[in-house]
């Protein structure tokens, strides 16, 4: 069973366009959503998160959009650029079930200049 | 140094043997993971620990056992490697809940071929 559903599987975007990623989840007890940024060879990095009570939270050129009703957030990269190049990941995470999260399967996202 | 330390980065290793991935932290954090990485699978958890007394079975724990030898340090063990073992481990850390570093804080992975 899979808790959180992450598409696309891949996206291809022409610099200064939007990309977005979008990820469903089932367990309405999940209280935090962040995505990580992965590049080749290293580690997963935060890049951002939302917990439930927001609908939306900026960083720069990356947004998370959250509807709770609709059990759906979603990642937005505005004027994406090449170095925006990378495998992201959603994730949903439970305080009481440990802090454990889990994790949407990955979009590898490119960015041609 | 980096945050979380993983090591070693790649190793290949043969069926049957026993290996040890190993992880250290300075980020202070109580709360340390080990995850497992296959392409188009997303991170599965393997094991998670609080402190050095209590370790915690993730959701694909067969075939493998944990270690937390110090709040620092957080070691995976294959007890005797098997083909389908062959991924990318990667290692994390938390801070408390609503904290600032609430968010993982992962090393930067080890590869293990398991031929």
């Known amino acids: 069973q899979q808790q959180v559903k992450q598409s696309p599987q891949s996206l291809i975007v022409q610099k200064g366009g939007i990309s977005i990623i979008n990820c469903a989840y089932e367990n309405t007890a999940f209280d935090y959503f962040p995505w990580y940024q992965q590049f080749p060879g290293k580690g997963p990095a935060l890049l951002i998160a939302i917990r439930p009570d927001v609908s939306e939270k900026k960083e720069g050129r990356f947004t998370i959009s959250f509807n709770k009703s609709a059990k759906q957030f979603s990642l937005h990269i505005m004027d994406s650029q090449p170095g925006d190049s990378a495998t992201y990941f959603c994730a949903a995470r439970k305080e009481t079930n440990a802090g454990k999260s889990t994790f949407g399967d990955g979009t590898t996202l490119t960015v041609k200049p | 140094d980096a945050d979380v330390t993983q090591t070693p980065r790649n190793r290949i290793t043969k069926t049957g043997k026993r290996i040890m991935l190993e992880c250290s932290q300075t980020k202070g954090h109580d709360r340390m993971y080990w995850y497992r990485q296959d392409p188009g699978l997303g991170l599965r958890l393997i094991y998670y620990s609080f402190d050095v007394k209590d370790i915690n079975k993730g959701e694909i724990s067969d075939g493998y056992s944990v270690s937390r030898q110090a709040q620092a340090k957080f070691s995976l063990s294959l007890e005797s490697a098997i083909p389908n073992q062959t991924a990318l481990y990667f290692c994390?850390?938390?801070?408390?809940?609503?904290?600032?570093?609430?968010?993982?804080?992962f090393g930067s992975g080890t590869r293990l071929t398991v031929v």
């Open positions: 994390a850390t938390s801070g408390p809940t609503g904290g600032a570093n609430y968010g993982y804080t």
